[in-house]
């Protein structure tokens, strides 16, 4: 249900039928990038080391507000893949590289959204709208490394990435909502989440991959 209703909310914002553009001028991670993902364009302040991410795996957890499957249809799969399944952020430069972004800007990323949003208007820019249909799984993905982190979490995170992506978006959203669900039944999980609350993201969880 917890899902649910954050899709619900930035479903929203995805389909108002006016161009939304989100000005990221810092770290945009979980749901702050899920609902960058959900707006219409992305633009961001140059030169930033770390931009966005779906840190959920490093608490025990998948993303629940649509990361898993908005990401893989605005980068495509091979790009997503690593990204989801390690925590990982990505810097700005890499944003725009893979097309989570469209632009990196110097100055006010605020005013800078405007323009870009006026541009949207009148048609000197564009920008692909999500897919909405099924999305092809690449015959191989990176390989991944995903290091200390739970493997039931990984397997978890794997089916809603690849199952996902054999539906349309709003079936993929219902699916990420239950795979998210099977998250809360695990142990690690739990222990993901203690870890966070005690030490914060400083010190590695201890997962027993159950």
């Excluded at 692909?128 to 390989?143: C, F, G, Q």
């Excluded at 695990?186 to 590695?204: A, H, L, Q, S, V």
């Amino acid at each position: 249900a917890l899902s649910l209703r954050g899709q619900e909310t930035l479903n929203l914002i995805e389909n108002l039928g006016k161009p939304v553009i989100c000005a990221m001028n810092g770290l945009a991670f979980g749901g702050g990038n899920e609902m960058a993902m959900a707006c219409t364009a992305r633009i961001a302040k140059k030169g930033l080391k770390v931009l966005a991410g779906q840190p959920e795996p490093k608490l025990g957890i998948i993303p629940g507000y649509g990361g898993s499957q908005r990401l893989p249809r605005i980068v495509g799969l091979s790009n997503a893949w690593p990204i989801l399944r390690t925590g990982n952020p990505v810097s700005s430069e890499e944003a725009l590289k893979i097309g989570l972004i469209q632009e990196e800007v110097e100055g006010d990323v605020k005013e800078a959204g405007i323009t870009f949003a006026k541009k949207l208007i009148s048609g000197e820019a564009k920008v692909p709208p999500i897919k909405r249909e099924p999305i092809e799984i690449p015959k191989s993905l990176p390989d991944v490394d995903i290091g200390h982190l739970s493997r039931k979490t990984d397997e978890i995170m794997k089916e809603a990435i690849l199952e996902g992506a054999k539906m349309t978006l709003e079936e993929g959203l219902k699916h990420e909502a239950k795979t998210f669900g099977k998250c809360l039944r695990t142990k690690d999980m739990r222990i993901g989440m203690e870890n966070f609350m005690k030490f914060g993201p400083k010190r590695n969880a201890e997962f027993s991959h159950a």
